[in-house]
């Protein structure tokens, strides 16, 4: 009888194995740590592992029986029919622990797979098929990970047939699980003894386990863990790993945390001064990771602190999200002034951020989880993205510059779509920027006109056959991060107002432009309507923030904001699969 099995491999660094070199007592370890977690008075007995070897591979099989009630069946029937009846049925568990020279994998059958769940290596199959892996050739089924930017924190997505690996868009994914076909290459070269006929692609799927998407027998699992001993040789790949969380507590608290602390702390002089130099302030994007929508959408934020009963209560409440970081460290300043730098972020760690809309809460979370931010230390880049620390590899900084110029060139807006200069000296904000587009023919200024929550853009500009919603940024840092959100929420709702034909929104918006007395040129509401009947495209406009005024598609190694690239990356192909084209401006200051 074939079985269809998942392969897992025994973490030997788990601080219960380290040092436990004998396989057998590992696997003593994990059985009575099994016994201990679910209260089972017995102890481990050597008689119930049994051994058998072929080729220098050693396996032990652990079996046991557990009893499940049939509650369903015994609560349908009633009493009379079930009195005296045994409603329960013994299930046969196993656990197959396969020794190699250098590993310790394991094969579970029945309820055993929260026993070894602790002590197996949480990356294997991941690991393994970075190994093997040809991203030009391998074809993806489907794909579940964990987003660290962006408005998902979990993504589970299908793929139709032909889609290869390079074609997935890897920046601020985590990859969970895998369902996958193997290039004719690499199916031929390790697992020939699993085809059918000649050139056959083996499907796989890797996580935590590895399996081979057939059922087997025995013998062929034993040549499958022979060939996973000749893959665990080869170099990994690291286009599935290129960056990674840290765990490392120490340098979390020590150095990353630090520094942090540090940058906020260091920031009061900016906020006291009113400093608005990009280069002198702390770069971070502010918003709730889990709940980007309702945090932009609401109508008020009341800011709340610690009392000495352990209780919040209300400091301040505001309107304009822009103005929380700065509320908070006034506050933290106004309590602890400048100087004390251990009981202000210990004030900062108590400040919660709740959000309202129609006078109801929505969401609520901690000030410094709302924090987004990249620190340089030493020269290589760390990421702090809902309140845990990753570090990327230089290969993805690599690629990461590549698909930003890949984008920033490949996607350029009409020429001179934004004509007017940016000189900071003279235009302080974005919103003075773009009320300089007011009275121009074929501009409408959106900017700070918000409609059942939704900024739709800050200008529109349109001509006989395309209509343009321009989002306007000053520099390309950190705060990038912020527009791209605003973009993709932009899109998705303009989607869902064209798709039900809410004129109600469009009216209320036009209606808005007139009461704030700026022009709509000479547009009457139905062609104002109209004008969203044409080709409908973002722009993504931005600045250089340096203190040349430098094109940033020819410069990308002086614009070292992470951030700034992936966001973009990342924007841009979530448009472009799901709502409209985004395309790139640079408007010079100079």
Same mark, same amino acid.
């Given at each position: 009888? #074939?079985?269809?099995?998942?392969?897992?491999?025994?973490?030997? +660094? +788990?601080?219960?194995?380290?040092?436990?070199?004998?396989?057998?007592?590992?696997?003593?370890?994990?059985?009575?740590?099994?016994?201990?977690?679910?209260?089972?008075?017995?102890?481990?007995?050597?008689?119930?592992?049994?051994?058998?070897?072929?080729?220098?591979?050693?396996?032990?099989?652990?079996?046991?029986?557990?009893?499940?009630?049939?509650?369903?069946?015994?609560?349908?029937?009633?009493?009379?029919?079930?009195? #005296?009846?045994?409603?329960?049925?013994?299930?046969?568990?196993? %656990?197959?622990?396969?020794?190699?020279?250098?590993?310790?994998?394991?094969?579970?059958?029945?309820?055993?797979?929260?026993?070894?769940?602790?002590?197996?290596? +949480?990356?294997?199959?991941? #690991?393994?098929?970075?190994?093997?892996?040809?991203?030009?050739?391998?074809?993806?089924?489907?794909?579940?990970?964990?987003?660290?930017?962006?408005?998902?924190?979990?993504?589970?997505?299908?793929?139709?047939?032909?889609?290869?690996?390079?074609?997935?868009?890897?920046?601020?994914?985590?990859?969970? &699980?895998?369902?996958?076909?193997?290039?004719?290459?690499?199916?031929?070269?390790?697992?020939?003894?699993?085809?059918?006929?000649?050139?056959?692609?083996?499907?796989?799927?890797?996580?935590?386990?590895?399996?081979?998407?057939?059922?087997?027998?025995?013998?062929?699992?034993?040549?499958?863990?022979?060939? %996973?001993?000749?893959?665990?040789?080869?170099?990994?790949?690291?286009?599935?790993?290129?960056?990674? &969380?840290?765990?490392?507590?120490?340098?979390?608290?020590?150095?990353?945390?630090?520094?942090?602390?540090?940058?906020?702390?260091?920031?009061?002089?900016?906020?006291?001064?009113?400093?608005?130099?990009?280069?002198?302030?702390?770069?971070?994007?502010?918003?709730?990771?889990?709940?980007?929508?309702?945090?932009?959408?609401?109508?008020?934020?009341? %800011?709340?602190?610690?009392?000495?009963?352990?209780?919040?209560?209300?400091?301040?409440?505001?309107?304009?999200?822009?103005?929380?970081?700065?509320?908070?460290?006034?506050?933290?300043?106004?309590?602890?002034?400048?100087?004390?730098?251990? #009981?202000?972020?210990?004030?900062?760690?108590?400040?919660?951020?709740? =959000?309202?809309?129609?006078?109801?809460?929505? /969401?609520?979370?901690?000030?410094?989880?709302?924090?987004?931010?990249?620190?340089?230390?030493?020269?290589?880049?760390?990421?702090?993205?809902?309140?845990?620390?990753?570090?990327?590899?230089?290969?993805? /900084?690599?690629?990461?510059?590549?698909?930003?110029?890949?984008?920033?060139?490949?996607?350029?807006?009409?020429?001179?779509?934004?004509?007017?200069?940016?000189?900071?000296?003279?235009?302080?904000?974005?919103?003075?920027?773009?009320?300089?587009?007011?009275?121009?023919?074929?501009?409408?200024?959106?900017?700070?006109?918000?409609?059942?929550?939704?900024?739709?853009?800050?200008?529109?500009?349109?001509?006989?056959?395309?209509?343009?919603?321009?989002?306007?940024?000053?520099?390309?840092?950190?705060? /990038?991060?912020?527009?791209?959100?605003?973009?993709?929420?932009?899109?998705?709702?303009?989607?869902?107002?064209?798709?039900?034909?809410?004129?109600?929104?469009?009216?209320?918006?036009?209606?808005?432009?007139?009461?704030?007395?700026?022009?709509?040129?000479?547009?009457?509401?139905?062609?104002?309507?109209?004008?969203?009947?044409?080709?409908?495209?973002?722009?993504?406009?931005?600045?250089? +923030?340096?203190?040349?005024?430098?094109?940033?598609?020819?410069?990308?190694?002086?614009?070292?904001?992470?951030?700034?690239?992936?966001?973009?990356?990342? =924007?841009?192909?979530?448009?472009?699969?799901?709502?409209?084209?985004? %395309?790139?401006?640079?408007?010079?200051?100079?």
């Amino acid at each position: 009888m #074939n079985q269809t099995l998942k392969i897992y491999r025994i973490n030997r +660094h +788990h601080r219960l194995l380290i040092n436990k070199g004998n396989s057998e007592s590992i696997i003593k370890i994990i059985l009575e740590a099994s016994y201990k977690k679910y209260q089972q008075q017995k102890t481990f007995q050597k008689d119930n592992l049994r051994t058998f070897s072929i080729d220098n591979i050693v396996y032990y099989l652990h079996v046991f029986t557990s009893k499940e009630t049939v509650s369903d069946w015994e609560e349908f029937l009633p009493d009379d029919l079930t009195r #005296n009846e045994d409603f329960t049925q013994q299930k046969l568990s196993l %656990l197959l622990f396969i020794e190699t020279f250098t590993d310790l994998y394991c094969v579970i059958g029945g309820n055993a797979y929260q026993i070894i769940l602790p002590f197996i290596d +949480h990356s294997f199959g991941l #690991n393994t098929y970075a190994r093997i892996m040809n991203p030009a050739t391998d074809e993806l089924a489907s794909i579940k990970s964990r987003g660290i930017t962006g408005a998902r924190a979990g993504i589970n997505e299908q793929f139709r047939d032909n889609y290869k690996i390079i074609d997935f868009i890897k920046f601020g994914k985590i990859p969970q &699980e895998i369902h996958l076909k193997l290039s004719e290459e690499t199916s031929n070269l390790h697992f020939d003894f699993l085809q059918n006929k000649v050139n056959e692609r083996i499907q796989i799927f890797v996580s935590k386990a590895f399996k081979i998407k057939k059922g087997i027998d025995f013998r062929i699992l034993h040549r499958i863990i022979e060939e %996973l001993t000749i893959i665990e040789e080869l170099v990994p790949s690291d286009y599935l790993s290129s960056y990674k &969380e840290i765990t490392d507590a120490d340098f979390i608290k020590d150095v990353l945390s630090d520094s942090l602390i540090t940058k906020i702390f260091n920031d009061t002089i900016n906020i006291e001064r009113n400093i608005s130099d990009p280069e002198k302030v702390f770069e971070h994007d502010f918003c709730n990771p889990n709940s980007i929508e309702q945090f932009y959408e609401a109508d008020e934020y009341k %800011l709340k602190e610690r009392t000495e009963k352990k209780g919040y209560r209300t400091f301040k409440t505001v309107n304009d999200r822009k103005e929380i970081y700065r509320s908070v460290l006034l506050r933290a300043m106004e309590l602890h002034g400048v100087n004390d730098k251990f #009981n202000f972020m210990v004030y900062l760690q108590g400040v919660r951020v709740v =959000c309202y809309q129609s006078n109801k809460q929505t /969401v609520g979370s901690s000030f410094l989880f709302h924090i987004t931010t990249e620190l340089s230390i030493k020269g290589k880049p760390y990421f702090l993205i809902d309140t845990k620390w990753y570090s990327l590899r230089d290969s993805f /900084v690599e690629d990461l510059k590549a698909n930003t110029l890949h984008v920033l060139k490949t996607y350029q807006a009409p020429g001179n779509i934004l004509f007017h200069k940016w000189d900071k000296s003279n235009i302080k904000t974005e919103k003075e920027y773009n009320e300089s587009y007011n009275d121009i023919p074929n501009y409408i200024v959106i900017d700070t006109i918000i409609i059942d929550g939704i900024e739709l853009c800050d200008l529109l500009y349109f001509d006989d056959s395309n209509l343009y919603l321009i989002h306007v940024k000053f520099g390309f840092s950190s705060k /990038v991060r912020e527009l791209t959100n605003q973009i993709t929420i932009s899109a998705r709702r303009l989607r869902e107002v064209l798709a039900s034909q809410d004129s109600d929104f469009m009216e209320k918006l036009f209606n808005k432009i007139r009461s704030k007395k700026r022009t709509t040129s000479n547009l009457n509401l139905d062609e104002f309507k109209k004008l969203f009947e044409k080709k409908i495209s973002y722009i993504f406009a931005y600045t250089s +923030h340096l203190g040349e005024d430098l094109i940033i598609q020819d410069n990308i190694e002086k614009f070292d904001s992470n951030i700034a690239r992936f966001s973009l990356v990342q =924007c841009s192909s979530e448009m472009r699969a799901n709502y409209y084209d985004m %395309l790139n401006f640079q408007i010079m200051r100079i």
